[in-house]
């Protein structure tokens, strides 16, 4: 009776143990919110048929995200993990804007950040419908920023904004999606750059009295990277808060 107890009580401790190294998957997580269930009803058919047309297994998933104030756009790219570059995906309209060309640098100045960022927050019951939250403030502009330089920056649904990227419900529903593939595939950073606009020589040389002009310049080379070479660079910013690519 004692071994068959032992026997018991040890198989209890391996199945809890067992229990918590397995944790709820982050997809399951997602999907015991209504807006997520319904989202994937709505857009998970369609999307793995995208991933299937490029090429993409869902299982090994990896995205990228551009944002362009001017043109006012959001960029979706997505590869196989460890594949030699991003392909494009999708490109959402913004479907408003506040503040004006330049980065955020102090709480309430109604600007969207510019700069390198990822996704650090999954709201599956946001106030705009659905949500994915920036990692704002960086080192960047804790450095070159106000001593209260603001928070709570996301890509949202909804069509206002007072500082955050709304790409309408329908659309935010899309993205949502895709990224959660892309976290429960493994990838645990996903990167989101944010650009005035495309950082090239021409437009550039458009903006060049502008009074943003040298901080644009130390966002330059990782636009420039990507361009090059479909992978975005890893950023660092160091004491003097301009960007820095490897």
Same mark, same amino acid.
């Given at each position: =009776?004692?071994? +068959?107890?032992?026997?018991?009580?040890?198989?209890?401790?391996?199945?809890?143990?067992?229990?918590?190294?397995?944790?709820?998957?982050?997809?399951?997580?997602?999907?015991?919110? *209504?807006? $997520?269930?319904?989202?994937?009803?709505?857009?998970?058919?369609?999307?793995?048929?995208?991933?299937?047309?490029?090429?993409?297994?869902?299982?090994?998933?990896? +995205?990228? +995200?551009?944002?362009?104030? $001017?043109?006012?756009? $959001?960029? #979706?790219?997505?590869?196989?993990?460890?594949?030699?570059?991003?392909?494009?995906?999708?490109?959402?309209?913004?479907?408003?804007?506040?503040?004006?060309?330049?980065?955020?640098?102090? /709480?309430?100045?109604?600007? #969207?950040?510019?700069?390198?960022?990822?996704?650090?927050?999954?709201?599956?019951?946001?106030?705009?419908?659905?949500?994915?939250?920036?990692?704002?403030?960086?080192?960047?502009?804790?450095?070159?920023?106000?001593?209260? *330089?603001?928070?709570?920056?996301?890509?949202?649904?909804?069509?206002?904004?007072?500082?955050?990227?709304?790409?309408?419900?329908?659309?935010?529903?899309?993205?949502? #999606?895709?990224?959660?593939?892309?976290?429960?595939?493994?990838?645990? /950073?996903?990167? #989101?750059?944010?650009?005035?606009?495309?950082?090239?020589?021409? =437009?550039?040389?458009?903006?060049?009295?502008?009074?943003?002009?040298?901080?644009?310049?130390?966002?330059?080379?990782?636009?420039?990277?990507?361009?090059?070479?479909?992978?975005?660079?890893?950023?660092?910013? *160091?004491?003097?808060?301009?960007?820095? =690519? *490897?």
């Amino acid at each position: =009776m004692k071994i +068959v107890l032992l026997a018991l009580a040890l198989a209890g401790l391996i199945g809890a143990c067992t229990a918590q190294s397995n944790p709820t998957p982050f997809r399951d997580q997602q999907q015991q919110f *209504p807006r $997520v269930r319904a989202a994937y009803r709505r857009t998970w058919p369609g999307l793995r048929l995208l991933l299937l047309r490029h090429h993409i297994d869902p299982s090994r998933l990896e +995205v990228f +995200v551009r944002v362009f104030k $001017v043109g006012r756009k $959001v960029e #979706v790219w997505g590869r196989n993990q460890g594949a030699a570059g991003f392909e494009l995906l999708r490109t959402y309209p913004i479907a408003a804007c506040s503040g004006s060309l330049g980065p955020k640098r102090q /709480e309430g100045d109604r600007q #969207v950040p510019e700069g390198f960022y990822t996704i650090n927050r999954f709201n599956p019951s946001s106030l705009y419908h659905l949500s994915l939250g920036l990692d704002y403030p960086n080192a960047a502009d804790r450095t070159l920023g106000n001593p209260k *330089p603001g928070g709570d920056i996301f890509i949202h649904g909804s069509d206002v904004t007072i500082g955050c990227v709304p790409i309408t419900d329908a659309l935010i529903e899309e993205l949502y #999606v895709l990224l959660v593939e892309a976290r429960a595939a493994g990838q645990q /950073e996903i990167p #989101v750059h944010i650009f005035p606009f495309e950082l090239n020589q021409a =437009m550039l040389a458009r903006y060049r009295q502008h009074r943003h002009y040298s901080f644009w310049q130390s966002l330059q080379a990782g636009y420039a990277y990507f361009e090059q070479h479909r992978c975005p660079a890893p950023a660092a910013a *160091p004491a003097n808060g301009a960007y820095a =690519m *490897p």
